[in-house]
């Protein structure tokens, strides 16, 4: 029923090959100095990858936060949750449980609901999909990333995709061109971190190499294992017992003329693996116990021409191919639900997404007067996402997937275009247009054989203006519309129209500069959104008891509204960052609370850079207010503040030189709590060591 051995053997033998690279690395080269990573004033300054013409976070008619190599380094992650705990309005679902997180955006998103599609996430602009009963939905490992960007709200539909109302999460992977400086052959970077919580450890190798002066080659494989992690006052919660193995290769030859063409290959694959609970939202033991693996994999083809002499051709064309697979053996089932069959999950389980990918997209400059300068970015997008889901049964015989997971497959087709209008460097006007079409088509299993056609538009427009250097002010109107996916159509052994959802939201703001506020060359950014959606025909699904299917039903109209501030300070010595979202959601059909709304909360970090001794010190306060604006009192959740700190070192000078050591210490005061829309209490106290070093 599986592949994943052969990954194992496929990791296990990369391990060994970058073993002999690093021994050759050591003994070839003498000195080669390490990549410094540019870190800008603030996250506000941080260059956003995305259409058009290049631009900050700060100078974008839409809230979106950049993540950069430098703070992924300095948050010693193991989970993507870690990572954008930095970006306001983001909320990870049981952030410390790698095999159980979830994602709310603007209160979008439940531990329990499929609410994948209304956030697209992608990796190396590879759309990321899954979805099993109580169980997470992604399993990056932070190691293989050098950059997470988040867009939040319905404006991102237009280039990645319709539907995407909470918005979109995009993560890149390394490239050997981060290790490798000036006229370096080969780079190695090597890098260890040991957690005390759990007593968790984990090791990291990545080979960089240019063989060639057109060719860049790059190998990083990483091995970890954590064990149970105790909650406050040392209570012990279990069930978070884990071993991960991950990898990423990536090959890029550059050629041209110019050298403006490149052709990419990349492969990742992340296993992670554990014996515990099936459940692993709320890690009750319900469900039974299981021996778990998880395996996400990808591979990429990736053409980039820039046509360096022709300003209306920068063309980029991709191919991919992903799965995420989680396997459930030895399983043992108890249930507390009275006439319940033995084993309805089987002895054995596996959950399975196939998804192939092509995109081709083209961006052209054209410059209509001095004054008038337009991008105009347009492409198609194609994908066929397959879903299975079979079951081995104590008999022998192997079943499809239940009604809470149904098999099948999707087929998508996508066109979109965005015009970039620039007016005296001043005023910038974005339109954009997105026509999507699906086709679902149910899998073994489903009782009733019929399929589901949809056309899904995602129109916007977006503004921002410079009112003075230091200032501007922006706006968007966007449309967009949700189409269901396989779990809403078929569960339940059936077919369920229940029609698209359609989300109308406007979003307004201001961004302030500020430099030589305080201190000679220091800087000061500061950004306000405030934004106001309607949904209609909002789908949300549960679990019937009665029967022990799960069904989809719809809300007539719900709105969510909100604000959301970033700010950043940057000096020669003193640095500091500071977010907050506030979010307000509402089922104006029934007059009651959106239940997948997080708490209102405010982060504030300061540091201080001992410039002479390549020391930087770090404190961060996290605040959360009580929510209780539930339908049951019961679902309410009180309010607590997190701290923590961080110390990283950085020689520059004799033998240490290109080393980096951090430490940190979170959750500082032990204090106990469970994050509102979680369903396992947080992590107590704990102590992170991380020691790398660049050959």
């Known amino acids: 029923m599986s592949n994943s051995r052969y990954s194992r053997a496929a990791l296990l033998a990369s391990t060994t090959l970058s073993l002999a690279l690093i021994s050759a690395a050591v003994s070839a080269q003498e000195a080669t100095q390490p990549a410094e990573v540019e870190s800008p ?3 506000l300054d941080e260059i956003i990858v995305s259409a058009g013409k290049e631009k900050v976070a700060i100078d974008t008619p839409q809230a979106v936060s950049s993540v ?3 703070q992924i380094e300095a948050s010693q992650s193991n989970t993507l949750g870690e990572i954008l705990n930095t970006v306001p309005g983001v909320t990870t679902i049981n952030a410390d449980n790698a095999l159980g997180q979830s994602l709310n955006i603007r209160g979008i998103g439940g531990a329990f609901a499929s609410d994948e599609n209304r956030m697209i996430m992608q990796i190396d602009g590879v759309t990321s999909f899954f979805e099993m009963y109580r169980a997470g939905s992604f399993f990056f490992d932070s190691e293989l990333l050098k950059e997470v960007e988040v867009l939040r709200g319905p404006a991102s539909s237009t280039l990645f995709g319709s539907g995407a109302i909470g918005g979109v999460v995009s993560a890149r992977t390394k490239d050997a061109s981060d290790f490798l400086e000036g006229d370096d052959k080969l780079a190695v970077r090597t890098k260890a971190l040991w957690d005390s919580n759990g007593n968790g450890a984990r090791g990291t190798v990545t080979v960089a190499a240019r063989p060639l ?4 080659m790059l190998l990083n494989l990483n091995y970890g294992r954590d064990g149970d992690y105790d909650g406050a006052g040392g209570q012990e919660l279990g069930n978070s017992r884990m071993t991960d193995l991950s990898g990423l290769a990536k090959l890029k030859y550059s050629f041209g003329a110019n050298k403006d063409q490149s052709l990419t290959a990349s492969y990742f694959n992340v296993e992670k693996s554990g014996k515990g609970l099936y459940d692993q939202i709320t890690f009750s033991p319900g469900f039974g116990y299981a021996d778990q693996v998880t395996n996400e994999q990808q591979a990429v083809l ?3 021409n820039a046509f360096s002499n022709n300003d209306l051709l920068d063309l980029k064309a991709q191919i991919s191919w992903s799965q995420t697979q989680r396997e459930l053996d030895d399983i043992t089932y108890r249930s507390t639900r009275p006439g319940s069959v033995p084993a309805p999950l089987g002895t054995e389980a596996e959950y399975v997404y196939n998804t192939w990918q092509a995109k081709l997209e083209n961006t052209s400059e054209v410059q209509f007067s001095e004054s008038l300068d337009a991008y105009f970015t347009y492409g198609v997008e194609g994908k066929y996402h397959e879903r299975l889901n079979p079951r ?3 008999d022998g015989s192997v079943t499809p997937g239940s009604s809470s997971h ?10 979109f275009g965005q015009a970039e209008f620039v007016i005296n460097e001043r005023l910038t006007l974005i339109p954009g247009m997105r026509v999507d079409h699906s086709r679902l088509k149910p899998g ?11 056309t899904a538009y995602s129109p916007k427009l977006a503004a921002i203006y410079e009112l003075t250097e230091w200032v501007n002010v922006f706006g968007s109107v966007s449309h967009t519309e949700r189409m269901p996916v396989l779990d809403e159509v078929f569960s339940g052994d059936g077919f369920t129209d229940l029609g698209k959802e359609k989300s109308n939201n406007f979003e307004a703001g ?3 500069k500020f430099n030589d506020v305080l201190l000679a060359n220091d800087s000061l950014r500061f950004k306000v959104t405030g934004f106001y959606n309607n949904i209609d025909n909002y789908l949300y699904s549960s679990r019937d008891h009665a029967t022990g299917k799960t069904i989809t039903t719809a809300i007539d109209e719900a709105r969510i509204k909100g604000v959301e501030l970033e700010a950043g300070y940057s000096s020669e010595r003193w640095y500091g960052n500071l977010g907050a979202s506030l979010t307000r959601g509402d089922n104006l059909s029934d007059d009651e609370h959106l239940e997948s709304v997080a708490a209102d909360n405010l982060f504030v970090s300061v540091g201080y850079k001992f410039t002479d001794y390549n020391l930087d010190v770090s404190w961060r306060s996290d605040l959360y207010a009580e929510q209780d604006r539930v339908n049951d009192a019961a679902d309410a959740s009180p309010g607590y503040a997190l701290h923590s700190a961080r110390l990283a070192w950085k020689p520059e000078d004799g033998f240490l030189a290109g080393s980096e050591v951090r430490a940190s210490v979170t959750n500082i005061f032990d204090q106990k709590y469970t994050a509102h829309l979680s369903e396992t209490e947080g992590k107590g106290r704990s102590f992170k060591l991380s020691l790398a070093k660049t050959f």
């Open 41 to 43: 004033a603030t996250m």
């Open 68 to 70: 950069s190599q430098e």
């Open 213 to 216: 002066e057109d060719l860049e």
């Open 302 to 304: 990736a053409y980039e």
């Open 392 to 394: 081995l049964n104590p």
């Open 406 to 415: 149904p098999e099948g497959e999707s087929h998508s087709v996508g066109i």
């Open 444 to 454: 073994n299993g489903v009782a009733l054989r019929k399929d589901l056609d949809e």
């Open 510 to 512: 201001l961004g302030f």
